[in-house]
Structures are given as structure tokens and as C-alpha cells.
């Protein structure tokens, strides 16, 4: 059973609607919403699921080819909206913070993340660009 308020349709919807192909064919997004999307607005609170923000984040690389700054942006836009409630936001955030800013795949940001905040500090994955993070020990699996 969904938690009150959790609308994924919803949220899908709204967070798809970021980014459009420009008339010239180019993938990129014609504008972010500034406001809060007519869907969410009755909703008490919206609880994101961090798996939906990895889709998007795959979806706004991979298909719209959009750069990882202005994702980044969209995401901590998306987070700080009043009626979305996310379990474990810091986590998510850090994630965030190490996809723009150390330019790993969000799933191993993910993965160092979760491996920074819960204290355990190794990370498991055959991905080279973790050795680079000096906060956790990457180890082959």
C-alpha cells in the first residue's frame, strides 16, 4: 500500500513535462517549473521514492542528453518542493552532490553515499571511478 499522498502518475507526469525536443530537434529542455505542478497541489505530502529519482535522472541523461548540472538543479529543485517528502533525504542529496561534482554514474553516487552516511565506508562495484572518492574503500566483488 502507497503512503497518503503518493501520486507517482502524478509525479511522472510532471517531471516528464522538464524537458521537451526544441523545434531544431535538439534535446533540450525548453524551461523547468518554477511553480508547483497542478497535480500536487491538493496533496498533504508526496513521497518520492529514490529509485524514481534515479529513473529520472537516467531518463533526463540518457534520452533527453541533458548535462548533469542542470539534472543535478531539477533534482534538488524537485526535492525542495513543498508537498515531496523523501525517507532519507540526506542520502539522496549527497548522491546528488557526487553526480555533478565528482562526475561518478548516480548509481555508484548512490552506492558512496549510502556507504558515507550509514558508516560503513566500503563500496562493492567493479565501477574504476569510486577508487577516486577518498571517503570510502572501494572493493572488487
Not at 531544431?24 to 517549473?33: A, D, N, Q
Not at 549510502?114 to 577516486?132: P, Y
Request: glycine residues 6%; proline residues 6%.
Amino acid at each position: 500500500m502507497s503512503p497518503p499522498g503518493f501520486n507517482v502518475s502524478a509525479m511522472s507526469r510532471d517531471i516528464t513535462t522538464w524537458a521537451r525536443r526544441d523545434q531544431s530537434g535538439l534535446k533540450e529542455p525548453r524551461h523547468f517549473v518554477s511553480t508547483k505542478p497542478r497535480p500536487v497541489q491538493n496533496e498533504e505530502n508526496l513521497y518520492l521514492a529514490h529509485l524514481i529519482v534515479a529513473e529520472t535522472v537516467y531518463v533526463f541523461e540518457s534520452f533527453y542528453e541533458i548535462d548533469r548540472s542542470r539534472i543535478s538543479e531539477a533534482i534538488r529543485s524537485l526535492l525542495a518542493m513543498e508537498p515531496v517528502r523523501v525517507i532519507g533525504a540526506p542520502l539522496l542529496l549527497r548522491a546528488v552532490a557526487l553526480y555533478e561534482g565528482e562526475w561518478l554514474h548516480f548509481a555508484d553516487a548512490y552506492l558512496v553515499a549510502g556507504a558515507e552516511t550509514t558508516g560503513v565506508g566500503k563500496v562493492a562495484s567493479f565501477g574504476k571511478a569510486i577508487s577516486r572518492i577518498p571517503t570510502v574503500e572501494k572493493i572488487e566483488p
